[in-house]
């Protein structure tokens, strides 16, 4: 079941929170009880809200858009290279599914937002919109074409039950 719900974020460090909640359906002050805190002394990490998607019933799998690996001897780092490339692999498995982006906003800030019915809502404006590849850099269009969003990971929500 796919939901689309028009909400705002509950306060500048809750965009995770607020966009496990809206991808589910779910309010934030649902989650915050079952998380255990409001996010105002320490905010929110997403193993927070993947522990209680868990408890809840689903799955949630880290794709990273550009992994890498670490060689256990030496801890020299290798960039892992997918056939077609990371953005198409990364794409690929946007497709059809649903979860959460997190990335990077046009100010450089971490940001979260939900993916639902391979569209973007952002929980900061309560806006929806498709992403794009923009560029090489990996600059995808984010809620409006003066708002770039570039995601990092997507944390994709299926169900286990």
């Not at 460090?13 to 989650?31: E, I, P, R, Y």
């Not at 946007?94 to 639902?116: D, E, F, M, R, Y």
């Amino acid at each position: 079941m796919w939901y689309t719900l028009s909400m705002n974020q509950t306060n500048k460090w809750s965009c995770v929170l607020d966009s496990f909640a809206n991808t589910m359906g779910f309010t934030s002050d649902s989650l915050i009880r079952m998380v255990g805190h409001n996010g105002a002394e320490i905010g929110f990490h997403t193993q927070e809200l993947i522990e209680a998607m868990v408890k809840l019933g689903y799955a949630v799998t880290e794709i990273q858009r550009f992994p890498v690996a670490i060689h256990p001897d030496n801890f020299t780092n290798r960039n892992v290279e997918f056939d077609g490339g990371n953005d198409l692999r990364f794409a690929k498995r946007l497709q059809h599914q649903k979860g959460i982006l997190t990335g990077i906003n046009s100010t450089g800030a971490p940001h979260a937002v939900s993916w639902i019915n391979n569209r973007i809502l952002d929980p900061a404006t309560g806006k929806s919109s498709i992403l794009l590849l923009k560029d090489s850099l990996g600059y995808l269009e984010g809620i409006d074409q003066s708002n770039p969003y570039s995601p990092t990971t997507f944390l994709m929500i299926t169900s286990i039950t």
